[in-house]
């Protein structure tokens, strides 16, 4: 017990501090327990970040399950998982709860500045992973054929559909990346391994039932369950089930990522005020429930894939496959950025001067997100009544 409490504080304290999103999240993780505590060594803790990256869903966070169940089993991993994700769901649950009794939400200046600096952090998301992901020209033409065909196929089954011609692609046009076997033990028998895929299977076959892939909670676990590449991606498939069908409107939509984007911590605890948003009546229970079933399926998908990591990882056609999904998101997420971001978000030219600004801040001027958050609140609150 004196090992999961460890964890478990370390892992909070982390998540009070932990800005910047996932890749920062991933600088943390090294410095804390790899230079610092000397939990893993370094070569270990590489194996974790490509498990991590290999799989649907958060990918820091999953990391950060990976690091607890290595020092101290599956409780260790929910120890590090609570921790680290504690603070930003309280935050974001708060805040759930707190715009519900916001009145003229829609006429609110802050508001509209929230969602211009949604723009800007996805646009910024955008740049940053097509460098990183898409940097030859096959990747390239497979992130810009997944924005032309999500745009043309809208809905959840163009989103699909890209992903998985981005994969075929790559295992077709790009050679298979160079990567040894991975020599990292963790203590957890195949059996646990086997349950958790059980589970997340079991949670799909739920969704797929009528009326639940259309509720809130079959959105945030399908959603959960296909995202590849890291917390904004997970922004296309929420919009397209949750805002088209109408289950909340665009700008508390918009509100909330970009308010998302100015806490420590993982940004999937969107989730949870997603859930106090959409059911009021009993924000809290909701906002939990909402934090649980977005991470589920990822973190069900490491546990189970971590105890046979050290045979996955001579199987390159795995890595190879992965190749072109991550390319494929890319274009997701720019089709994302065009519409609805800026053609619903962008309605004067004092909207597209402030997220043009805030864009520059965090690209050339490498601010960091929250303050960029916070200054675009305040621009719009003064853009409104300068403007009247």
């Not at 707190?98 to 006429?107: I, P, S, T, Y």
Request: proline share 6%; net charge positive; hydrophobic share 55%.
């Amino acid at each position: 017990m004196a090992a999961i409490a460890e964890i478990f504080w370390t892992f909070f304290r982390l998540g009070l501090i932990a800005f910047g999103g996932p890749l920062a999240h991933l600088g943390y993780y090294r410095r804390w327990f790899v230079e610092q505590r000397q939990w893993m060594s370094d070569g270990a803790y590489a194996q974790l970040v490509a498990l991590g990256q290999m799989l649907p869903g958060p990918s820091s966070s999953q990391t950060g399950f990976a690091i607890g169940i290595h020092r101290a089993g599956l409780a260790g991993g929910l120890a590090a998982w609570v921790g680290f994700t504690l603070p930003s769901a309280v935050l974001m649950i708060g805040l759930g709860i707190g715009l519900q009794r916001v009145e003229d939400l829609a006429e609110s200046g802050w508001l509209n500045g929230l969602k211009l600096a949604a723009i800007a952090v996805v646009a910024q998301a955008v740049y940053g992973m097509a460098r990183q992901l898409c940097p030859d020209p096959t990747r390239a033409i497979i992130a810009a054929a997944a924005a032309l065909g999500a745009s043309l196929i809208p809905g959840i089954s163009g989103q699909l559909g890209v992903i998985m011609v981005g994969g075929l692609a790559a295992m077709l046009l790009l050679s298979p990346p160079a990567s040894g076997p991975g020599d990292l033990r963790v203590p957890m028998r195949r059996r646990t391994g086997l349950m958790a895929l059980g589970l997340f299977v079991l949670g799909l076959g739920v969704i797929a039932l009528p009326g639940s892939s259309e509720s809130l909670w079959g959105v945030l676990y399908r959603s959960g369950a296909l995202v590849f590449g890291g917390g904004h991606v997970v922004l296309p498939l929420l919009e397209t089930g949750l805002v088209t069908p109408g289950l909340i409107d665009n700008d508390r939509f918009l509100a909330g990522y970009g308010a998302a984007q100015a806490v420590p911590g993982p940004i999937f605890t969107f989730g949870g005020y997603l859930g106090a948003q959409i059911a009021p009546g009993q924000a809290v229970a909701a906002g939990l429930l909402g934090v649980a079933l977005i991470f589920a399926p990822g973190l069900l998908l490491m546990t189970a894939l971590l105890p046979f990591w050290h045979s996955l990882s001579k199987w390159h056609r795995i890595q190879q496959a992965l190749l072109g999904i991550n390319a494929a998101v890319v274009g997701l997420l720019a089709a994302v950025l065009w519409n609805p971001l800026l053609t619903r978000g962008i309605t004067d030219p004092a909207d597209a001067l402030i997220a043009a600004a805030a864009l520059a801040a965090l690209t050339a001027g490498r601010a960091p997100s929250y303050l960029v958050v916070a200054a675009c609140a305040i621009a719009g609150e003064v853009a409104l009544r300068l403007t009247g």
